[in-house]
Protein backbone atom coordinates (compact mmCIF):
# COMPACT_ATOMS: atom_id res chain seq x y z
CA UNK A 1 0.00 0.00 0.00
CA UNK A 2 0.99 3.35 -0.19
CA UNK A 3 0.07 5.66 2.61
CA UNK A 4 0.81 9.54 3.73
CA UNK A 5 2.78 9.55 6.61
CA UNK A 6 0.74 12.75 7.73
CA UNK A 7 -2.21 14.36 6.33
CA UNK A 8 -0.39 15.76 3.57
CA UNK A 9 -1.43 18.32 0.97
CA UNK A 10 0.34 21.22 -0.74
CA UNK A 11 -1.17 25.14 -1.10
CA UNK A 12 0.86 26.20 -3.23
CA UNK A 13 1.87 30.10 -3.86
CA UNK A 14 1.17 32.29 -6.87
CA UNK A 15 4.16 32.46 -7.90
CA UNK A 16 6.32 30.03 -9.67
CA UNK A 17 7.14 27.45 -6.79
CA UNK A 18 8.68 24.02 -5.95
CA UNK A 19 7.78 21.47 -3.89
CA UNK A 20 9.55 18.34 -2.91
CA UNK A 21 7.59 14.64 -2.11
CA UNK A 22 9.65 11.45 -0.80
CA UNK A 23 7.59 8.41 -2.28
CA UNK A 24 8.90 5.42 -1.20
CA UNK A 25 7.59 2.35 -2.53
CA UNK A 26 8.08 -1.60 -3.08
CA UNK A 27 6.70 -1.40 -6.71
CA UNK A 28 6.74 0.58 -9.98
CA UNK A 29 4.64 3.41 -10.11
CA UNK A 30 3.35 6.39 -12.22
CA UNK A 31 2.20 9.86 -11.28
CA UNK A 32 -0.57 11.96 -12.89
CA UNK A 33 -1.07 16.05 -12.13
CA UNK A 34 -3.14 18.43 -13.68
CA UNK A 35 -1.18 20.63 -16.77
CA UNK A 36 -0.65 23.47 -14.37
CA UNK A 37 2.29 20.99 -12.27
CA UNK A 38 5.02 19.98 -13.81
CA UNK A 39 6.92 16.49 -12.22
CA UNK A 40 10.63 16.16 -12.26
CA UNK A 41 9.45 12.76 -12.53
CA UNK A 42 6.49 10.96 -13.47
CA UNK A 43 7.10 7.13 -13.05
CA UNK A 44 9.47 4.71 -10.76
CA UNK A 45 10.93 1.36 -11.58
CA UNK A 46 10.95 -0.52 -8.43
CA UNK A 47 14.27 -2.72 -7.74
CA UNK A 48 15.84 -4.19 -4.99
CA UNK A 49 17.73 -2.02 -2.31
CA UNK A 50 16.13 1.24 -4.95
CA UNK A 51 12.74 2.00 -3.26
CA UNK A 52 13.00 6.00 -2.36
CA UNK A 53 12.85 9.08 -5.37
CA UNK A 54 12.54 12.43 -4.79
CA UNK A 55 9.51 13.85 -6.93
CA UNK A 56 9.79 17.74 -7.48
CA UNK A 57 6.60 19.34 -8.36
CA UNK A 58 6.88 22.87 -9.91
CA UNK A 59 3.74 25.08 -10.20
CA UNK A 60 3.38 27.40 -12.70
CA UNK A 61 2.68 31.33 -12.02
CA UNK A 62 -1.23 31.47 -11.67
CA UNK A 63 -2.64 34.17 -13.26
CA UNK A 64 -6.48 33.12 -13.58
CA UNK A 65 -8.15 32.32 -10.39
CA UNK A 66 -7.87 29.94 -7.75
CA UNK A 67 -7.52 26.15 -8.49
CA UNK A 68 -7.42 22.78 -7.12
CA UNK A 69 -6.46 19.33 -8.42
CA UNK A 70 -4.41 16.45 -7.30
CA UNK A 71 -1.29 14.12 -7.76
CA UNK A 72 -1.78 10.83 -8.25
CA UNK A 73 0.47 7.92 -7.50
CA UNK A 74 -0.75 4.77 -9.68
CA UNK A 75 0.74 1.64 -9.14
CA UNK A 76 0.14 -2.34 -8.39
CA UNK A 77 -1.51 -1.38 -4.63
CA UNK A 78 -3.99 -1.94 -2.54
CA UNK A 79 -4.89 1.76 -2.87
CA UNK A 80 -3.37 4.98 -4.97
CA UNK A 81 -1.15 7.78 -3.33
CA UNK A 82 -3.57 10.94 -3.64
CA UNK A 83 -1.92 14.67 -3.02
CA UNK A 84 -4.66 17.06 -3.01
CA UNK A 85 -2.97 20.69 -4.23
CA UNK A 86 -4.18 23.91 -4.21
CA UNK A 87 -2.72 26.97 -5.49
CA UNK A 88 -3.64 30.68 -5.17
CA UNK A 89 -3.79 33.51 -7.90
CA UNK A 90 -1.65 36.07 -7.98
CA UNK A 91 -2.26 39.43 -6.57
CA UNK A 92 -3.70 42.23 -8.68
CA UNK A 93 -3.15 45.96 -9.10
CA UNK A 94 -5.55 48.00 -10.15
CA UNK A 95 -4.03 51.71 -11.85
CA UNK A 96 -6.21 54.53 -12.88
CA UNK A 97 -5.28 57.86 -14.49
CA UNK A 98 -6.71 60.98 -13.61
CA UNK A 99 -6.28 64.25 -14.94
CA UNK A 100 -3.73 65.01 -17.36
CA UNK A 101 -1.94 68.70 -17.32
CA UNK A 102 0.81 70.20 -19.09
CA UNK A 103 3.53 69.07 -16.90
CA UNK A 104 1.62 66.74 -13.72
CA UNK A 105 -0.24 63.21 -14.21
CA UNK A 106 -2.61 61.83 -11.60
CA UNK A 107 -2.95 58.29 -10.80
CA UNK A 108 -4.81 56.22 -8.15
CA UNK A 109 -3.47 52.61 -7.39
CA UNK A 110 -5.64 50.04 -5.94
CA UNK A 111 -3.70 46.46 -5.17
CA UNK A 112 -5.83 43.21 -4.01
CA UNK A 113 -3.65 42.63 -1.37
CA UNK A 114 -3.70 45.39 1.02
CA UNK A 115 -0.36 44.25 2.39
CA UNK A 116 1.66 43.53 -0.60
CA UNK A 117 4.38 46.07 -1.26
CA UNK A 118 4.02 47.46 -4.98
CA UNK A 119 5.96 49.87 -7.06
CA UNK A 120 4.50 52.73 -9.02
CA UNK A 121 6.49 54.53 -11.78
CA UNK A 122 6.82 55.75 -15.46
CA UNK A 123 9.43 55.76 -18.05
CA UNK A 124 9.11 55.87 -21.86
CA UNK A 125 7.52 53.93 -24.40
CA UNK A 126 10.75 52.76 -25.88
CA UNK A 127 12.17 51.57 -22.74
CA UNK A 128 8.65 49.89 -21.24
CA UNK A 129 7.83 48.78 -24.79
CA UNK A 130 10.76 46.58 -25.19
CA UNK A 131 10.21 43.66 -23.32
CA UNK A 132 8.46 40.98 -24.33
CA UNK A 133 7.17 39.60 -21.15
CA UNK A 134 6.71 40.33 -17.97
CA UNK A 135 9.89 38.33 -16.70
CA UNK A 136 11.98 40.44 -18.60
CA UNK A 137 10.85 43.57 -17.49
CA UNK A 138 11.15 43.09 -14.03
CA UNK A 139 14.76 41.81 -14.65
CA UNK A 140 15.71 44.93 -16.09
CA UNK A 141 13.76 47.32 -13.56
CA UNK A 142 15.85 44.59 -10.49
CA UNK A 143 19.16 45.30 -12.64
CA UNK A 144 18.41 49.58 -11.48
CA UNK A 145 17.60 48.78 -8.06
CA UNK A 146 20.96 47.22 -7.95
CA UNK A 147 22.96 49.64 -9.30
CA UNK A 148 20.77 52.12 -6.74
CA UNK A 149 21.93 49.81 -4.22
CA UNK A 150 25.80 49.93 -5.59
CA UNK A 151 25.37 53.54 -5.77
CA UNK A 152 24.14 54.75 -2.46
CA UNK A 153 25.33 52.10 -0.61
CA UNK A 154 22.12 50.14 0.14
CA UNK A 155 21.01 46.49 0.02
CA UNK A 156 18.32 45.41 -2.57
CA UNK A 157 15.57 45.67 0.10
CA UNK A 158 16.53 48.89 1.25
CA UNK A 159 15.92 50.52 -2.20
CA UNK A 160 12.86 48.29 -2.62
CA UNK A 161 11.41 49.52 1.11
CA UNK A 162 12.58 53.16 -0.40
CA UNK A 163 10.22 53.09 -3.36
CA UNK A 164 7.44 50.79 -2.58
CA UNK A 165 4.25 51.71 -1.85
CA UNK A 166 1.42 49.47 0.36
CA UNK A 167 -2.49 50.23 0.17
CA UNK A 168 -4.26 52.39 -1.33
CA UNK A 169 -2.57 55.44 -2.84
CA UNK A 170 -3.84 58.57 -4.53
CA UNK A 171 -0.63 60.81 -6.13
CA UNK A 172 1.01 62.61 -8.76
CA UNK A 173 4.23 62.38 -10.92
CA UNK A 174 5.73 65.59 -12.54
CA UNK A 175 6.38 65.10 -16.22
CA UNK A 176 7.67 66.90 -19.03
CA UNK A 177 5.13 68.90 -21.66
CA UNK A 178 4.02 67.32 -24.55
CA UNK A 179 5.88 63.92 -23.84
CA UNK A 180 4.41 60.35 -23.73
CA UNK A 181 5.12 58.28 -21.15
CA UNK A 182 3.80 54.94 -19.74
CA UNK A 183 2.94 54.58 -15.83
CA UNK A 184 3.16 51.00 -14.64
CA UNK A 185 2.56 49.50 -11.41
CA UNK A 186 4.12 45.58 -9.87
CA UNK A 187 4.06 44.25 -6.89
CA UNK A 188 7.16 42.65 -5.29
CA UNK A 189 8.93 40.56 -2.62
CA UNK A 190 10.91 42.46 -0.43
CA UNK A 191 14.13 41.03 -1.71
CA UNK A 192 12.96 41.27 -5.29
CA UNK A 193 10.22 38.34 -6.63
CA UNK A 194 7.49 39.62 -8.81
CA UNK A 195 4.24 38.76 -7.73
CA UNK A 196 1.96 40.54 -10.00
CA UNK A 197 1.52 41.05 -13.69
CA UNK A 198 3.06 44.83 -14.63
CA UNK A 199 -0.17 46.50 -15.26
CA UNK A 200 0.85 49.96 -18.03
CA UNK A 201 -0.89 53.06 -18.80
CA UNK A 202 -0.22 55.17 -21.40
CA UNK A 203 -0.49 59.20 -21.42
CA UNK A 204 0.88 62.26 -23.26
CA UNK A 205 0.92 65.68 -21.42
CA UNK A 206 -0.65 68.84 -22.68
Known amino acids: ?10 NAKAIKSDYSILVKATADWKAECP ?30 EPRNGEIKFVGDFE ?7 SQDKLASIDLTI ?13 PSDKEMLYIVTYDSPNYVNQFGNDEDFFAAEME ?8 YDMTLEEVISKLSSVGDV ?3 FEMDPDTEWVVYAY ?15 TVHTD
Open 1 to 10: DMTPINDFSI
Open 35 to 64: DWITLSQDSFTYSAGSEIATVTATFAKNYG
Open 79 to 85: SDFVIPV
Open 98 to 110: GSVTFNTVDFATV
Open 144 to 151: YYAYLGNK
Open 170 to 172: EDY
Open 187 to 201: GLTSDGVLLTTIVKQ
